[in-house]
Nanobody, 123 residues
């Protein structure tokens, strides 16, 4: 079965950096667009970043543009989220998700989800 396993979360001070990873199995990774989403306590899940099949096209939420970078390594079945200049408002559980075809921001259009990794940014 399809599994997406996130790692790399943790506690970091404001201004710091973290790199999240998401290892996929059970699917042909290169045929799936990958997305990162996050959900903070009491808030709805929101789109963070997406990357297309080849990695040649990316999309970011305005709130993370210029600070976060999404990338993928199809040989390793892994998608990454490099997060720099972190702010307390970035605190959330971060999820990776997979879908065929193009990048979309609606989470309900993704077929597969990981279990999430906690990112906490202290002020």
């Amino acid at each position: 079965q399809v599994q997406l396993v996130e790692s790399g979360g943790g506690l970091v001070q404001a201004g710091g950096s973290l790199r999240l990873s998401c290892l996929a199995s059970g699917l042909i990774f290169s045929r799936y667009t990958m997305g990162w989403f996050r959900q903070a306590p009491g808030k709805e899940r929101e789109f963070v970043a997406g990357i297309n099949l080849s990695g040649g096209s990316t999309l970011y939420a305005d709130s993370v543009k210029g600070r976060f970078t999404i990338s993928r390594d199809n040989a390793k079945n892994t998608v990454y989220l490099q997060m720099n200049s972190l702010k307390p408002e970035d605190t959330a559980v971060y999820y990776c998700a997979a879908r065929p075809l193009n990048i979309v921001v609606r989470g309900d259009l993704y077929d597969y989800w990981g279990q999430g990794t906690q990112v906490t940014v202290s002020s």
